[in-house]
């Protein structure tokens, strides 16, 4: 019996893969390869890391064990009852626990006990993108962040690249897929060969209803937000605005003010994520002391600056302005 687990990350299409993996949990079964019913928070197995995490803002949303043992001995019964030929475990959180090097490696070795063979997938992508991505989504979550999203930005991108060389040198066998070489099919791509290996059924159910998923439109975790609402966002941001402002705005407010008035609307379909990533790339490089301030200010003079160097006229550059300055007398 074989044990492979995906570690993530996030950000790279892991919510689709376990989504599937899920959905399709008979038709794995009924060809020997299990994903696991232990440890699941909703479709993902984050219960067993999360022992490791005392407090997590997501976990602690439902009733859980801290007790690692606990969720391995069931997962050991599972397994047992079931014999299958594959199990797979799925949840970015083993690489959330990964700064507890130890205890990370140590629920790894505890979940190997009933198999033959242990391996890891890591998704990937492209790191600045991937911090981009994240960044938002914090942000569109909680809109306190906007008070220092360069740092949030920066922070993210140094935590994909310590996790990246974390299971590098885990001393496990990782297999590593990237999501911009999946051509289409993102749930085939990550794991279509492996699953294939046990059963092509398997591997053409899993393919089957992800294109089918695809042209539903399912749109797991997709961004409602245009990258303008970000860029407005990223201007009322890393300034000397009273935090009050934040717990008075939200970003669906952002959002429905940029896309007000015909001038606005225009606007957005200007500005891109190449836009806004090299807007944060401009100050994570021109302005470091912004990454080591408990609360760094930037003046506005130097987010015009940031904005021409990533290729935006002075026109737009003056409704963005007025975007953010219109948010500041209503919500100040």
Known sequence: MDLLIHVGLHKTGTTALQGALYANY????????????????????????????????????????????????????????HQPSLTVISSEVFTEISRNESGCLGIIEGMSRPFDNVSILLTLRNAELQALSSACHILRDNISGLENPIAIY????RCFRTWHDFWRRSGLLVTEKRLED?????????????????????????SEFTLNQGAKGSGANADPYAPLSYLV??????????????????????????GRTRVAAA?????????????????????PAVLLNASPYLSLESKIRAMTAVGLD????????????????IYS
């Open 267 to 287: 606007l957005t379909k200007r500005v891109t994520t190449a836009h806004l990533l090299g807007y944060l790339h401009f100050f994570s490089q021109e302005e």
């Open 182 to 206: 999946s051509g289409g099919n993102l749930v085939d791509h990550y794991i279509g060969d492996i699953v294939g290996t046990y059963s092509q059924a398997a591997r053409d159910g899993l």
């Open 314 to 329: 002075s026109g737009s550059i003056t409704h963005i302005i007025e975007i953010a300055n219109r948010l500041v007398k």
């Open 26 to 81: 008979s038709c794995l079964l009924k060809n020997n390869i299990l994903y696991p019913r232990t440890g699941l928070y909703f479709s993902q197995h984050a219960l067993i890391p999360g022992t490791l995490l005392p407090v997590h803002p997501y976990l602690d949303s439902v009733s859980r064990s801290r007790d690692p043992d606990h969720y391995l001995d069931l997962l050991e019964q599972e397994v047992t009852q």
């Open 154 to 157: 920066s922070n993210m991108l």
């Open 233 to 258: 966002g990223f201007i009322l941001g890393n300034s000397t605005l009273l935090p009050a402002i934040f717990s008075k705005v939200t970003f669906r407010d952002i959002a429905s003010e940029c």
